[in-house]
């Protein structure tokens, strides 16, 4: 269902009419002016619920395709649990939203339960002040405790403290230096190897998401006014930040990566060409290489097969590598501001966390010097 006609726009003086004569067409507004859905069907209801709430453009920050893929799995699982327990939209009521909710915590660990609550609450809240329920059903969501930090939610009975999700420097260091013998093709093997490489680099020295790698250009790369090279990444929420490129060798596997598909190495700001994309032997009359870009998915593999072939946790993900980062810079006293910056924290308490709990496995040190005389 489209709200808004699509011939319709803010230039044209009749745009609110059109809009207004549209949704009083669907029977979408009431006689107060209010948007109201009481009349909808299920179908009808979901997919205004994510026009308006999930896809809204008009709130200036575009979603990532990882944020509106997890919106989908959570949808779906939503909609599958429906659909086992025979239930309706329409017929949702507080012994379904608790039922639901015991569901969601029975089944999934604390951190994608919270997820998952909370989108069925943002559906329920919309659905509430749409007058599609006439009451306020979210209020009964109880959602899980979640651990502050960067924690795994995989305890097992005899565990009593939780796993950060983070790798050791050595363990991290051994990880990429097997993405490039993870390369098993003859075709193209260089290019597929000095990728790998690359990738290692950005994953341990940069914190960057691998959301955020995979949309890198050839010119999110420039010099400052040193002769430094730094990258621009563009983060949550649109949200800019600035990382340095901070060793040669990390320098020098960009250029050869660059060089190896005989493409210029000169750093070119205004190239929008992805940096990482499908390496296939797709050939037409313009272009050598298919360049669509690099899927997140396509990271996740070779995080997964190094973790395994090394025989590390198999939980082990691309995110791992970004916690690493933090704390690595904050254990050598790079400033709680600085890193909060690098890694684009929009609270500089998100990055604290993970300086209070080096602190607390500096304990000994602490107390070493501490003599009680008896």
Known sequence: MNLIPKQSSLQDRDYVHKLRMSMEKNGLLNERGELDLSSCSDREFLEIFF???????????????????????????????????????????????RMYNRYINEKYAARSAARKLNFFRRLLAFGYKTHFYKGPLYEWIKKPAIKKGHYSDLLSETQTYSQVRELS??????????????????????????????LGHLLYKTGMRASEIVSLNWGSFRYNRRGEVNIDVI????????????????????????????ESAEIDPYDRSPLFFSIRTYYNEETRFHKKRMSYKNIYHIVKTAAKYAEKNPHISPH??????????????????????????????????????????????HLSHVRFGV
């Open 51 to 97: 026009l308006e709430e999930i896809n809204n453009e008009d709130r200036g920050k575009p979603l990532s395709p990882q944020t509106l893929k997890a919106y989908r799995t959570d949808a779906q699982t939503l909609l599958s649990f429906m659909e086992d327990y025979q239930i309706t939209f329409k017929g949702i009521g507080f012994p379904e939203v």
């Open 169 to 198: 420097q050595q363990d991290a260091e051994e990880l990429i230096g097997l993405f490039s013998k993870l390369v098993k093709q003859k075709a193209y093997r260089v290019q597929r190897t000095k990728r790998n490489e690359l």
């Open 235 to 262: 983060g949550k929420g649109n949200k800019q930040r600035t990382i340095p490129v901070i060793d040669d060798r990390f320098l020098n596997a960009l250029f050869e990566y660059r060089r190896s598909f005989e």
């Open 320 to 365: 791992w590598f970004r916690h690493t980062y933090i704390t690595t810079l904050l254990e050598n006293d790079v400033p709680l501001s600085v890193v909060k910056q690098l890694a684009g924290h929009e609270d500089i308490s998100t990055t604290n966390v993970y300086l209070e709990r080096i602190e607390k496995e500096k304990l000994h040190d």
